[in-house]
């Protein structure tokens, strides 16, 4: 490796600037015996021009040895510096093939070489002498040689047009020492070290003085002629002087703004000294303490609440600005001093007027109406409201968070709302303490703070919904709110001080009350929305849906004529469920393509038909059950009620022969449902026990019982009665009289237990057209409380043991 490195070295001369005898009686320059084979060091940022002189840094251990080594035999050493061709990434780019290099490089001779120490690798300095071209490039393990043609450039003519060239970038780099001064020592070494009638040398020392690009620069070595070197050199000069002339802009942009920010920071300096002559001044702690004592001359403060605010002030007294107590302070006593200690906002005493304005805003919910107009009443009487907690339950869209805004209106009360919905933290309801960066009190003070007043109208929205995790429990943390007992002593962890909610009614909504804490339940009166039947519905989208629904489509009711059997049709095939959710999402959809008929035609008047319902809706959601309908042996459908209203369940049930007594359930039947179904098919084979064809049929047959739909899972027990009704029909091989739905939870000895949701499965029977209803006895008051329009074209039985039943059921 040494002996094939030592041949790049020359051997025949002593000085490489000294002239020698080729052998023949006439002198030669030395730089004509530069070696044709040359190590090569690759650049990776920017190449190097002739005649320049710079330091280079050798990493490579076999390139150092070399260097080294002809440094100690005080021999010339000469390398060839080509650019690699950039990559994405060219710094950690490591050249594998001659293509990854540049063809044309520069040739320089080491003329000092700083010796390596533990610190530091060999560094040396160059000076460039000539441009070569590569004839044939060799990459070994340890360095890149090449085998090189020098270019050896003649002196030109120096012509008129190469003169001018010089001038004007001889002018540009003028231009540019007086905008950048970085340049002033470049200007110095070219009126030094470059012959400045030389073109050639006055174009390459101009391209590296550039910012230009790697590649850029390297374009410009690689121009031969002289004249054209000078042409592309000018251009990224005057490239050079509008990038400084922008960076000049932006330097003297942001020298005026610093000059301008000093200038007034001095004036307000000069001014605060004149206030302190005067006696006017105060600085940033006595401005803040004078807010907060303005603040506190309309508040009605507890003795705690005002012996903690003095005392902070105090503190803030002692305590300089630029101390993080000092932010904590300041933070705290806004929260102290800018809550409404004692603010009330006057209710209001017109019953009539409160009356009038639910009315207005709701349809139905007559509960809920009777409520708040009682909690006005007793205001009355007493003087003031107290504060109260309502839980409104109730399937989606029927109404229970709209209502919040209209109680609050009926009262006269502001009026705040925030999701309870996958809350997990208890600090959410209670704060968090001040030792923690960022702490803020919890939602409640921030509602008092947002409302200006301490008996605002608060809506709890989905309580049914709150979450537990590590961090706390919030449903336990609501305990303390939501009971008229604690709350008039709220503790919140931030304020550390009690507050008053005795005076703010809750409303509190729920989709299920299963969900809820029992005692968080307790603490809450609840008044059940049920939903709404079909001419509840049209009336609810006549008065407020549809109007509601123009004016956010840019509509008038001429434009769009939507008719009451339209409507009926509507929510028969969409929108059965309880709420009216569905049936505004209709007809939002039913408005948006009148727009664009309207649109492409102004003067048109849209009216909807029930044949162009599917048109403009798609496919019916909800059939009519026909097959479910008819009287068949072993189907009964039975009242259900969920999260989502009530519901119609048809229970069906075959016998499978196998010889054996099995009973098989299927339907996604939850764990209560399961043991309905168990008590069911018991008591009917006792019921049965005298008939042998029926106690046969039991002892031979598999009986399968299926509640659809399969994919929805269904608990609960008020099915027991229409599971045991199945059974029998199966059994008996008869059918039970049509047009009939049940709910009642079945005991083993045959009674009929009392169920819940009454108003809701008799809504749902309604939806589906029954005449009939069979409910247990002890659910008699519950359906004669119900609204005379909703009982009316149903005809209810009541019933206290199955033999009943079976009497209705199967005459």
Known sequence: ??????????????????????????????????????????????????????????????????????????????????????????????????????????????????????????????????????????????????????????????????????????????????????????????????????????????????????????????????????????????????ISKLKSQIAKRIEERLSKQQREFFLKQQLQEIKKELGIFKDDTESEIEKFQKRLKNLTLTEEVRERIEEELEKMKLLGTSSPEFNVTRAYLDWLTILPWGVYTEDNNDIDKAAKILNHDHFGLENVKDRILELISVGILKGNLSGSIVLLTGPPGVGKTSIGQSIARSLGREYYRFSLGGMHDEAEIKGHRRTYIGALPGKFIQAIKTCKTSNPLIMLDEVDKIGASFQGDPASALLEVLDPEQNQNFLDHYLDVRFDLSKVLFICTANQIDTIPRPLLDRMEIIRLPGYIQAEKIEIARKYLIPKQFKMHGLTETQVIISKPVLGAIIDGYAREAGVRSLENCIKKILRKCAKEIVGNPRKIVRIHKDNLADLLGKRHFSDDNAFKKARVGVITGLAYTEMGGVTLHIESIAVPTGETRFKQTGQLGKVMVESSEIAYSYVKYFLKENAKATEFFKKNLIHLHVPAGATPKDGPSAGITMACSLYSLAMGKAMIGETAMTGELTLSGLVMPIGGVKEKIIAAIREKLKYVILPKDNQEDFELLPQHIKEGITAHFVTTFREVIKICFP
């Open 1 to 242: 490796m040494y002996e094939e490195a030592a041949t790049l070295i020359p051997q025949s001369i002593e000085s490489p600037d000294e002239a020698v005898s080729n052998g023949a009686g006439s002198l030669v320059v030395s730089k004509d015996l530069m070696p044709d084979s040359i190590l090569i060091f690759p650049l990776y940022d920017r190449p190097m021009f002739p005649k320049m002189m710079g330091p280079l840094i050798i990493d490579n251990p076999q390139m150092q040895e070399i260097i080294l080594e002809s440094h100690e035999h005080s021999k010339p050493m000469y390398l060839g510096l080509l650019l690699i061709r950039p990559t994405e990434d060219t710094l950690q780019h490591v050249p594998e093939t001659p293509a990854d290099f540049f063809t044309v490089g520069v040739a320089v001779r080491i003329v000092r070489v700083s010796l390596p120490t533990e610190d530091s690798p060999l560094q040396i300095f160059t000076k460039a002498l000539e441009r070569f071209d590569v004839a044939e490039l060799t990459i070994g393990k340890t360095f890149v040689t090449a085998r090189v043609h020098y270019w050896l450039e003649k002196r030109i003519e120096n012509t008129e047009e190469i003169k001018a060239y010089s001038v004007a970038i001889i002018d540009c780099i003028k231009e540019l020492v007086t905008l950048n001064p970085l340049f002033k020592e470049g200007l110095s070494f070219l009126v030094e070290r470059i012959n400045v009638s030389d073109p050639s040398a006055l174009a390459d020392f101009a391209a590296s003085m550039t910012t230009s690009s790697g590649i850029e620069l390297q374009q410009i070595l690689e121009i031969a002629d002289v004249r054209n070197r000078l042409e592309k050199v000018l251009v990224l000069l005057r490239k050079e002087v509008e």
